[in-house]
DNA sequence: TCAACAATTATGTCGGACAATGTTTGTACG
DNA sequence: CGTACAAACATTGTCCGACATAATTGTTGA
């Protein structure tokens, strides 16, 4: 199974303390983060622990670091999935805007896997949309089977970036993703249509197919505000 | 000046020998990695130095540590901008499968942007479109100021996602960018396209705004496949 | 055969040390 | 007074060694 990892726990304390700091301070972006001896003393850690946890913010473009400088906020961090003490509804605010940017590219991604697709991987898509078929009327959670048909898609493009960005996009909002809605099933009137969906790819029928992966993405979109009122009631 | 610093040089190594061994040992998806110590002494580097540098992959998305257990890839890697001995030949595959994915995203922020922009962000929006015609119109580096233009666009849709997203691929490929083409100022020709495509996003214009973006990518695309071209040839 | 326990392996964290480099301060000279 | 150079300082980069923690593997015993 994906266990995705969200970083160890102390590495997430030292992301929440400079969330924190950041939100106090209003540190925009080319301001300067606090030393990393300051905030291992600060959290009681060691300093390569801290180190660590910034080093996944300068991956992900968040900060740079400079030797002799210092480490500055490089983009925007508001509306970042990075915030810990979210309410629920900031929560469905960031699954809605993950949802925002996903749909273009799994939209793209569709158009171009059934113009590109050679005939193994149309085959391929075939054989999951028909097992998500049975797994799904058979009641069972069709999730796996659902990620491995929409991996095989982006796989098809040829364009490994359309698996990779959606796939971190998934990653890095995964609390989002699992967390509030859980056994929910997201999306689950949706999946009906994944089988017009992979005949239109099979058949290279690309703005078809674009179409019906838009209404599949509305319908996710839709469940999740659905969830999103749901809980603002509560 | 936006440095972009690729990680230090003894990460770099660390990476490259890894890259290295997964091709040479036809590593794939769920298979494990070198241990941190081993790497470390073929290597010649601390583990620390290690760790960091696998770090950044993990943050990416591309490996999964498990204590314990060990790193393995997440993902495939094949086409990722993170190798290092590439040709032109494919650094330029690589600048279009990033301009593949850029296009999609693009589009949709503009056509977000036309319709939920604010009065002060569409003036904003108007006002870099002048800048950006004078300093072109002028003979000089449209380059910064065609940042901030867009820039101001992803800003206009409201969700942080579309200019973390985009702007995160241009980081990761910024050697793409800047290194072969230089001071081509890739995409010269779409630089007019820009005032009807302010224009269309001032007034609201969604599918005209998101019509002339993609003109515009479609532009920058050319020019990329007209040097490559160029570059094959020598 | 299988379950419980022990040994091994590998990552996670700590602490300290020095190197490399950018920033700031201080001082001397014009 | 102000500029230019030099020293001190601050901060990240790298290294080492050690122990903690968790997963895997091997072994033993019922």
Do not use: C
């Not at 097992?131 to 982006?154: P, S, T």
């Amino acid at each position: 199974m994906d266990q995705i990892a969200p970083a160890s726990q102390k590495q997430r304390q030292v992301m929440d303390a400079l969330l924190q700091i950041i939100d106090a301070e209003k540190l925009g972006v080319g301001d300067r983060l606090p030393a990393e001896v300051d905030l291992a003393r600060r959290l009681g850690l060691g300093r390569g622990t801290v180190r660590e946890a910034i080093k996944s913010w300068e991956a992900m473009g968040i900060v740079t670091r400079n030797k002799g400088a210092g480490t500055v906020l490089a983009t925007d961090i508001s509306g970042h999935a990075l915030q810990l003490p979210l309410s629920v509804t900031l929560e469905a605010q960031s699954l809605a805007r993950t949802l925002a940017v996903r749909r273009p590219l799994e939209i793209e991604a569709v158009r171009i896997a059934a113009r590109e697709a050679d005939e193994r991987q149309r085959h391929e898509i075939r054989g999951l949309m028909l097992e998500l078929m049975a797994v799904y009327e058979a009641g069972e959670d069709w999730r796996a089977i659902d990620h491995r048909f929409h991996a095989a898609i982006h796989a098809a493009t040829g364009n490994p970036l359309f698996g990779q960005l959606i796939g971190q996009l998934q990653r890095a909002f995964h609390d989002i993703y699992e967390a509030p809605f859980g056994q929910a099933q997201l999306g689950h009137a949706s999946i009906p249509l994944h089988r017009p969906l992979a005949e239109a790819i099979v058949a290279g029928e690309a703005e078809a197919a674009a179409g019906l992966m838009a209404q599949i993405l509305d319908e996710v979109t839709a469940a999740a505000a659905a969830v999103t009122a749901r809980e603002e009631q509560a």
